[in-house]
């Protein structure tokens, strides 16, 4: 059965790790993560977009698909199905399809309107025993083919979305998704732990976990990360291992063609990815 975050995550902040949220795309993802979580014995978030909810065709399919694999994989870890940077429609529809966690991403709106909208999905959340993670400085990353550095967020403001109940908090601190740039400045721990400190004991999250040094992932942890979005590293393991695999003339050789082997590679390096990262992170052996 899908839990929501907020056991999970209030467990990780006070024991000093972090549960990795992996984004899905498809089958094969949702399968290497969920297996790589139950030979890990750690607990798991499954992180879906909009548009990779889209992708999916709905977010009726995914609830099926991954209720479907929790029974038929017997998968007995806690996993949360999260929405990722959801709309405030779109944590609606997610909410009402059945996932367990729900993001609202309200840091493009003026302060105001950010509390008045999360206020508002943070009570209906709770009422479906779902979970919410909001938003406070925007994620920066690429768009468009421009690079934007990640803005940094008002420990004030963080204080006021997480006083509004919710259960996780997302806070730019100079992060960002996708790959770094050569330039990049790092995480501002200043700002982290001013933001920890006035927001203590809440759960924060740390998106754009692809690339971040291993010290600074440590030290983001130990200053209250107790959630780290990875979805980059995952994709980018997963078109290196298929590249390799056709390069080599594999899918040219018998059957090599077919999609369950041509796939194969992809979905190994999915599940060493993942549980490099769950090493990382402290989570195994958590569950
Ligand atoms: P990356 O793609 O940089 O790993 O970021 C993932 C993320 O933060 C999803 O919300």
Redesign the pocket.
Known sequence: MLVSVTEMLQKARKEKYAVG?F?INNLEWTKAILLTAEECKSPVIL?V?EGAGKYMTGYKTIVGMVNGMLESLNITVPVALHL??GSYDGALAAMEAGFSSIMFDGSHYAIEENVAKTTELVNLAHSKGVSLEAEVGS?G?EEDGVVGAGEVADPAECKMIADLGIDILAAGIGN???KYPENWQGLNFDVLAEISEKTSPMPLVL?????IPEEMIKKAISLGVSKI?????CQLSFAEATRKYIEAGKDLEGKGFDPRKLLAPGFEAIKATVKEKMELFGSIGKA
């Open positions: 949220q984004n992180g977009s990722d940077h994620i990353g960002i998704h996708g998106h754009g976990g692809t690339g979005n990875v979805n980059t590293e």
